[in-house]
């Protein structure tokens, strides 16, 4: 069955077996850590540590989202949009795991939910900035851990459902976007002469 | 640009590294500005804890140019060329300089807020943020080392996320202090740093960083004897400063026998640690504004009222400061903090005791709430259990006022009698 490896090659070199590892660890790790608070200098209350977890997942899970191999994207024959959003739905799936044991612990759907908002968020940094995406992810874990996570989690209502999946759809479509633009760009450019470019090798029209 | 610089990309990718840098140690340090602004060591130990968001920053910049590095062919030319281990080391000192100046602009940042604030600085504690600088080199060195072992730049969000988890399991105390370097969210007024508990994760990452290089490539450490000792050399540095680092971060200070005091004021006289002195001009006219309601119903006040962390050394005769929450960095306090003070005329070893004195804290809440009624800064509520006795006699009020007053200041607790019908 030579197709099905076909797919495992392309889970594999987009990152995806790593970012459903990494999101069964974090996954596991919400589950074992139990009711443990914790005092970081920087925040001004205590947290309980299940509290980090939305925001780990937000630093490790979008990596696939970063392409590893571009000049490989301007050779493909489907759509570039249609590449970044399975992207993006892979990435989704990953973060399934967490979400799951967050709700195991007694979150409600909308709060465990935000893990979804920040992977939307983070798609759009990562259409950004790339590899660096996790540098504003760090940031947003602490505006998190500081404003966003307490008793809330156990209560939260639409208001967070209606804020996690605007996020979502928000920052997945300014990165499928941005990505296909950014691809279009390329084989644009590649096609004509240009001297500044070095000509990307492309069979697209 | 420098050749060391180049592995980090061009110079407004330097910059904004730089920006990273120090955007994750203002946000470190920013939360908690009202609680450090008063004291200028919490303002120092404030800084130079902000390795725990810068430190995961550099490990992933670090992670990044190294799996550059590992891609391109220089890498072997590197490790070719005669001092291979200083010229591999370069890219990771650049980032670790690039850290270390964001840090020690953090610190500095924080201390002179403080200064500004009108709190004395005390330079002889600038130590402590050595081991701060070295603790981000370690974190430097691990993600130059998953960098370059791996060669995937797509490493670099797990090394951060690693890197910080590493601080998480130090503070929820499951592992020793040895990623912590400051943080506190006391004052330290009256207390100072302890050497060895303070220098002992430097020495533990001083030995992360050579088992780091060494891990990154055999070739670095390994490939004579000498090199072979200086793992070793590492590998004893990590084992003694992880073993003999703070099982918490307590630890890290100790507490001064006589702590310098600075007063104002003269009826009564009122003084606070010279460390923390902003709320001293504030608490003493509001020490002054109630103490006269005290002495009008004829109570004998102390002459002075300190603030001190323990009875032991303490002169009885002497009222003690006590400041709700974080208003000790505050330049102006509530006046529950001057109630609190003057219903505490003397330091009582009962007030330490295992059983809390309930009935003197009673008497003394009931003196508050009788204080603030005649000084017109409470009303009683209509529910109120103590209302009939506080809007009664005038007389009774005073005479019980000055009864619990000469108890409070004699710790003699088990003589209160609480007044009929309150309580």
Request: include cysteine.
């Amino acid at each position: 069955m030579a197709w099905d490896n076909r797919y495992v090659a392309v889970l594999r070199s987009w990152g995806l077996g790593v970012a459903l590892g990494a999101g069964l660890v974090l996954a596991a790790a919400s589950l074992l850590v139990g009711d443990v608070y914790v005092d970081l200098p920087m925040l001004r209350d205590q947290i309980r540590i299940l509290h980090v977890f939305p925001g780990l997942a937000a630093l490790v899970l979008p990596v696939p989202l970063v392409d590893r191999t571009p000049s490989l994207t301007l050779m493909t024959m489907r759509s570039p949009a249609v590449l970044s959003l399975l992207r993006l739905g892979g990435v989704v799936l990953a973060s399934l795991p967490v979400v799951a044991a967050l709700l195991l612990v007694g979150w409600t759907l909308p709060a465990a939910l935000v893990v979804i908002g920040f992977v939307g968020g983070a798609a759009v940094v990562c259409s950004l900035v790339g590899l660096w995406y996790w540098a504003p992810m760090l940031g947003l874990l602490v505006v998190w851990l500081q404003w966003g996570s307490r008793e809330q989690a156990f209560t939260a209502g639409w208001l967070w459902l209606v804020a996690d999946l605007a996020a979502l759809v928000v920052g997945g479509g300014a990165y499928v976007a941005v990505e296909t633009a950014r691809v279009r760009l390329r084989v644009r450019t590649a096609g004509t002469s240009s001297e500044s470019r070095r000509p990307a090798d492309t069979i697209r029209p | 640009m420098s050749v060391r610089l180049a592995w980090l990309g061009g110079r407004w990718a330097i910059l904004l590294q730089f920006g990273a840098l120090l955007a994750v140690g203002v946000v470190s340090v920013a939360p908690r500005v009202s609680s450090w602004v008063g004291s200028w060591k919490q303002a120092l130990d404030f800084g130079a804890g902000a390795t725990s968001l810068m430190g995961p920053v550099a490990a992933g910049a670090a992670c990044l140019a190294y799996a550059r590095l590992r891609r391109s062919v220089m890498s072997e030319v590197m490790m070719q060329s005669r001092w291979d281990w200083w010229r591999w080391l370069q890219p990771a000192v650049a980032v670790w300089a690039l850290a270390s100046t964001a840090l020690i602009a953090v610190v500095v940042g924080c201390t002179s807020i403080a200064s500004a604030a009108g709190v004395p600085s005390y330079w002889g504690s600038a130590w402590i943020v050595l081991p701060a600088l070295v603790l981000l080199a370690a974190q430097a060195s691990v993600g130059a080392a998953v960098g370059f072992a791996s060669g995937r730049a797509w490493l670099a969000p797990i090394v951060v996320a690693g890197v910080f988890s590493v601080n998480l399991l130090a503070s929820a105390q499951l592992i020793p202090q040895v990623f912590n370097t400051g943080g506190v969210t006391g004052t330290l007024a009256g207390q100072v740093f302890t050497v060895w508990p303070v220098l002992m994760p430097a020495v533990a990452a001083a030995g992360i960083v050579v088992l780091a290089v060494a891990a990154a490539d055999r070739r670095l450490l390994w490939a004579t004897w000498s090199r072979r000792c200086v793992v070793g050399l590492g590998l004893g540095a990590l084992v003694v400063g992880w073993l003999s680092a703070p099982g918490s971060n307590d630890e890290r200070y100790e507490l001064l026998a006589d702590p310098p005091q600075t007063c104002a004021g003269t009826q009564p006289q009122v003084c606070v640690f010279e460390e923390t002195p902003r709320p001293l001009a504030d608490l003493t006219a509001k020490v002054e504004e109630q103490a006269v309601f005290l002495v009008r119903a004829g109570v004998q006040l102390p002459d002075r009222f300190v603030q001190s962390y323990a009875v032991a050394g303490r002169d009885p005769s002497e009222g003690v400061v006590r400041l709700i929450g974080h208003e000790e960095s505050r330049a102006s306090v509530s006046e529950d903090s001057a109630t609190n003070t003057l219903v505490t005329p003397a330091p009582c070893e009962q007030d330490f005791g295992a059983e809390p004195p309930y009935l003197a804290m009673d008497a003394r809440h009931l003196l508050g709430r009788w204080l603030q009624v005649r000084a017109g800064i409470r009303k009683p509520a209509g529910g109120d259990s103590d209302r009939a006795w506080l809007l009664g006699e005038q007389d009774r009020q005073e005479a019980w006022v000055r009864e619990v007053y000469r108890q409070l200041q004699t710790c003699a607790f088990e003589e209160i009698q609480m007044p009929d019908g309150v309580g």
